[in-house]
Antibody
């Protein structure tokens, strides 16, 4: 069974850097085709893709946020880490990590398993 | 970059009624990269449909997806109490490679 769990500071001050960890279970980022992404949701708003890392360390970023984001993986710990620089009040929201996978026969680029999310508040 | 526009914003229905949700893409997209998710209050999103029309594992057959090009539809044939939630369409685009979500449609109890 695939599970993902987000962790990290839930309260950050404006201008600080946010660091979130996604701990994976039931699958490995050493497996070909596997990726883990981060998606956020401001209160009462829509989902917004942030970043994703694939098993081969290929990375994807939301073009409008790319300058502020870094995603890394630690396969020995089964973790994916997201950092987001220069946080502001508009970055308040729930941050989810999610699993995606591609095979030779099927690659639809969807997020088929999600963590419960962690609420991040940006406030002084 | 692809923009997904969902309609209506809110759909008020009674249990047992049919729900028709729309997702319009601009510019047109491949259905292979169009998905639908359900998000109940306080929960994470759940994948319902991938590739435009394929139900994800464990999704009841009252959910169906269709469409091509610019117009895509999610239908819930007979809405049940557990289906009252927000629904998002999502597209993966390769140039630049990124994921885009619609603004969501809320299905609420009438």
């Amino acid at each position: 069974q695939i599970t993902l769990e987000e962790s990290g500071r839930t309260l950050v001050k404006p201008t600080q850097t946010l660091t979130l960890t996604c701990t994976l279970s039931g699958f490995s980022l050493n497996t070909g085709g596997v990726g883990v992404g981060w998606i956020r949701q401001a209160p009462g708003k829509a989902l917004e893709f942030l970043a994703l890392v694939y098993w081969n360390d290929d990375k994807r970023y939301n073009p409008s946020l790319k300058s502020r984001l870094t995603i890394t993986k630690d396969t020995s710990k089964n973790q994916v880490v997201l950092t987001m620089a220069t946080m502001g009040p508009v970055d308040t929201g729930t941050y989810f990590c999610a699993h995606t996978t591609c095979s030779v026969s099927s690659c639809h680029r969807v997020f088929d398993s999600w963590g419960l999310g962690t609420l991040v508040t940006v406030s002084s | 970059e692809v923009v997904l526009t969902q309609s209506p914003d809110t759909l008020s229905l009674s249990p047992g009624e049919r729900a028709t949700l729309s997702c319009r893409a601009s510019p047109s997209i491949l259905s292979a990269y169009l998905a639908w998710y359900q998000q109940r209050p306080g929960q994470a999103p759940r994948l319902l449909i991938f590739g435009g029309s394929n139900r994800a594992t464990g999704i009841p057959d009252r959910f169906s997806g269709s469409g091509s090009g610019a117009d895509f539809t999610l239908i819930i044939s007979r809405v049940e109490s557990e289906d009252f939630a927000v629904y998002y369409c999502q597209h993966y685009g390769s140039s630049p490679p990124t994921w885009t979500f619609g603004q969501g449609t809320r299905v609420e109890i009438k």
